[in-house]
């Protein structure tokens, strides 16, 4: 299923949450022959189980979502040793779809990861969808239309090229932003991502978590402004992002064996003799 393509869809195809439904099965639990009136996404919260949507199967566990057409012969069965627990909701296309796919009739699944922002959007979609009035209805759509889109970013970013546009997304800025107080908290909640991910995706291109990244990054920037002028220790510092001379020189000593005042004396007076220790970036 192409994300892009299915968020598009969506965001030209009129529709509205008709159901919304928390189920908990025992392992070993099956129900077969079972069918929907409207077509909807499973949405796993704990445990696993098998999904089979006329004829086809889905492993489902957190981490993963199915969406089912309306009307399919489902059959399911919980898998493991573990409760299962998921949550179901059930859309109405309101007006003809767009040219292309037919949602309605189409099964497929997604693979999104570990969301905790998803997992909170859930849980308040549930709480919100029981409680009645006009307030509570119109949440429950906007809920809705909240995690469909933390679904597609996340499926988006779980592909290899979501992965490197993501990384060089955020390296750019980090490149741009240096010397800002940059978190890797702050960087992650920009970006709609959890830390978990953000660590993953910058080692898998640099072979270090994006912590590390920023302060190798600020430090070769360190060792440009050392040799480029004679500022006080201190004001290289804060030009790289660091407030406190102290800790910066205590870090710059720790990754290049020298302090910065002695990197600039050694540097300038025997320039070929001095080896390059800059970190890889």
Request: net charge neutral; with cysteine; proline share 6%.
């Given at each position: 299923?192409?994300?892009?393509?299915?968020?598009?869809?969506?965001?030209?195809?009129?529709?509205?949450?008709?159901?919304?439904?928390?189920?908990?099965?025992?392992?070993?639990?099956?129900?077969?022959?079972?069918?929907e009136?409207?077509?909807?996404?499973?949405?796993?919260?704990?445990?696993?189980?098998?999904?089979?949507?006329?004829?086809?199967?889905?492993?489902?566990a957190?981490?993963?979502?199915?969406?089912?057409?309306?009307?399919?012969q489902?059959?399911?069965?919980?898998?493991?040793?573990?409760?299962w627990?998921?949550?179901?909701?059930l859309?109405?296309?309101?007006?003809?779809?767009?040219t292309?796919?037919?949602?309605?009739?189409?099964?497929?699944?997604?693979?999104?990861?570990?969301?905790?922002?998803?997992?909170?959007?859930?849980?308040?979609?549930?709480?919100?969808?029981?409680?009645?009035?006009?307030?509570?209805?119109?949440?429950?759509?906007?809920?809705?239309?909240?995690?469909?889109?933390?679904?597609?970013?996340?499926?988006?970013?779980?592909?290899?090229?979501?992965?490197?546009?993501?990384?060089?997304?955020?390296?750019?800025?980090?490149?741009?932003?240096?010397?800002?107080?940059?978190?890797?908290?702050?960087?992650?909640?920009?970006?709609?991502?959890?830390?978990?991910?953000?660590?993953?995706?910058?080692?898998?291109?640099?072979?270090?978590?994006?912590?590390?990244?920023?302060?190798?990054?600020?430090?070769?920037?360190?060792?440009?402004?050392?040799?480029?002028?004679?500022?006080?220790?201190?004001?290289?510092?804060?030009?790289?992002?660091?407030?406190?001379?102290?800790?910066?020189?205590r870090?710059?000593?720790?990754?290049?064996?020298?302090?910065?005042?002695?990197?600039?004396?050694?540097?300038?007076?025997?320039?070929?003799?001095?080896?390059?220790?800059s970190?890889?970036?």
């Amino acid at each position: 299923m192409d994300i892009n393509k299915l968020a598009e869809h969506f965001a030209h195809t009129s529709f509205r949450v008709e159901q919304v439904c928390r189920y908990a099965r025992d392992p070993g639990m099956r129900c077969d022959g079972y069918t929907e009136p409207f077509p909807g996404f499973v949405f796993p919260l704990r445990g696993k189980a098998e999904f089979v949507f006329n004829g086809t199967p889905y492993t489902l566990a957190p981490g993963k979502v199915v969406h089912g057409g309306a009307h399919m012969q489902l059959d399911r069965q919980v898998v493991g040793n573990t409760r299962w627990e998921y949550l179901l909701v059930l859309y109405r296309i309101c007006a003809p779809e767009p040219t292309g796919f037919c949602l309605p009739k189409a099964h497929f699944e997604l693979t999104l990861g570990h969301s905790p922002r998803l997992t909170e959007l859930l849980e308040l979609l549930w709480r919100v969808s029981r409680q009645p009035g006009g307030i509570p209805a119109f949440q429950t759509e906007m809920l809705f239309r909240c995690a469909l889109e933390e679904l597609f970013v996340c499926v988006r970013n779980q592909s290899n090229d979501g992965e490197q546009a993501l990384f060089e997304q955020i390296s750019k800025y980090i490149h741009d932003r240096y010397m800002d107080h940059l978190t890797v908290r702050a960087l992650a909640e920009q970006n709609e991502i959890n830390e978990n991910r953000l660590f993953y995706v910058f080692k898998k291109y640099t072979g270090m978590g994006p912590g590390k990244y920023l302060m190798a990054y600020r430090l070769n920037r360190a060792k440009e402004c050392l040799l480029a002028n004679d500022a006080p220790i201190g004001e290289v510092a804060i030009s790289v992002g660091y407030t406190d001379a102290f800790y910066f020189s205590r870090i710059f000593k720790k990754q290049f064996g020298v302090s910065p005042g002695e990197f600039r004396a050694t540097f300038r007076n025997n320039p070929y003799g001095f080896q390059d220790s800059s970190i890889p970036i």
